[in-house]
């Protein structure tokens, strides 16, 4: 088995998956059998002795790629797709305002500094850091759909147990089972839209619609806690969330598999039970023979995306950041809103919704850049073909002088230095970087607006610090459509490791930074303390900036990057030579 071998791991090499990143154009090939050995119209007679089986991949314009679907069915997957991951980001942080009534009723004193407080939502989050190493790879080889019915039905169960909880330790255990379950649709959503959007616009468009409908899951739940606990109980929060996951279950149900090899291998047994004189087969979904390879290649490959992968490395630090400080929101609204502000538990939960309004402004904002790039990229063009006459200018001139040299060696670096800086308009994962080149400053201004007006000596009214909610909820939402939507352009095939990869290591900081919420506003003050996570995540914004900059010259050093390549090279070889055959 040949290797790919760079940063001190080796990388199986990987059987192509016809028609998965791109709408293929063949019907079927066959394996070792000369294309003349095919009749005029196309079709392959049956197969003799010395002959192998037959390889089907997508026709051009296929009912069953999911790239052509209608949209009917598009809809329904982005429906239940936003059900599924709604669920998961609302169980993450139900507990935000019911806490307080958990404790008193399990009788948990002496949490000082609030780090108790904080574990029913990071004992969540740290299932979040183990499931997409298992999820991810796992939907990559048997699928989108069982493994998303699967698990949710494990979710609604460990939800289930936390309402009916009895001891705290109790439901510090059901909240990590909750947890790994329901990280199921973080780690796959991604991928179900890469597989029923075939263009880098739809994928974008689709992901920004996606990612905003789902960032209302968590800012909803402090809302439904701060008003259900006090009034009917902290269990009631939990049963609400029961009836939402018994809706979704049903519609789950429903969701059609989109992942391209398991829809072609579910084709090959159809036809060959239609054609028993023949032999169909589908690339595999999986071609790791046994369970040690598969753990050992598959269920590994997000932690080496993550460990030796510049890009997956870079965008994971950052976005786990951001991340980290959302959820870090949850200990920090209270404590500036109740305690500074006095306000009761319902209304410190409407104090989220600003974060609601700031996410939801990204998606015009998101969608509208779809019509700025022509532009952006005509300008370019107009740039490039003026310092090209100028050279031929120059060039052919008989009087041509030194000056007129140095004017034309220095027009040349021009060129070449604005080619290098502009590339990134015409490579198809670096188009919706400059999202998160906005987002980032955005997200910590409003870090350093909230530590401004915070209610120590400011004077500043409690609404000033909730629309410092506006631009946070913009910013986060920026970064992330960016960042995430690079992640599963660059990767495509891989793009649920990559996603996984992100899941884990932002849940990784989503579970621990919280913890230190309390001491660490205890020791610097709340000023102090926001104005120190708004330079961490002003000194990260630097980012996207440098994937902009640098980031062709990672991906050629990338050995996913370089799989890809070959696939898709041998992906077009193969295609021209059936082509070829058939005329």
Known sequence: MNRSKSHGYEEPDEPVHHGRHSVGEIVYHMDQVDAEDANSSGDFDAPSDDQRTICISWEKNDPGNPYNWPAPK????????????????????????????????????????????VLPISMFLLGYVF?????????????????SVVTFFFYSLATLACALASSWSQMLGFRLAAGIFASSPIAIALGILSDICGTARSRGRAMGAFMVSTTFGPLLSPIVSGFVSPNFGWRWTWRIALIVCAVTQVMVIFLPETYHPVLLAQRARRMNKEHPTKTFRAPPVSHHKSAMEFMTTVLTRPLRMLFFEPLVSSTCLYIGLVYAVFYMAFSIFPLIFQEGYGLSPGVTGLAFLPIGGGAALALPLWWGWDGILPYLRAKHAEKVAAASDLNNTITTSESATPET???????????????????????????????????????????????????????????????????????????????????TDAYKKYAASANAAASTSRSVFGCVLPLATGRMFESLGVRGALCLLGGLSLVLAAVPWGFLMLGERLRESSVFARMLREEEAREEEEMEGRDRGRE
């Not at 809809?75 to 305002?97: E, I, K, Q, R």
């Not at 958990?102 to 609030?114: A, K, P, R, S």
């Open 405 to 487: 040299t140095a004017d034309l060696e220095r027009s040349s670096q021009q060129q070449q230095h604005q080619s290098t800086s502009e590339s990134w308009l015409f490579k198809e994962e670096a188009l919706r970087l400059p999202a998160s080149c906005i987002g980032g400053p955005l997200f910590s201004i409003s870090l350093f607006w909230l530590a401004a007006s915070a209610p120590s000596d400011s004077g500043a009214p409690y609404w000033v610090s909730i629309l410092a909610g506006v631009p946070f909820g913009l910013g986060y939402m920026l970064v992330f459509m960016s960042l995430l939507n690079y992640l």
């Open 74 to 117: 598009k809809a329904l997957v982005f429906v239940v797709g936003v059900a599924l991951v709604l669920n998961s980001t609302m169980g993450s942080s139900l507990p935000g305002n019911s806490v307080t009534y958990i404790m008193d009723e399990f009788h948990v004193h002496g949490d000082t500094n609030g780090t108790r407080k």
């Open 131 to 147: 499931g997409p190493i298992v999820w991810g790879p796992m939907s990559e080889s048997f699928g989108r759909k069982w493994i």
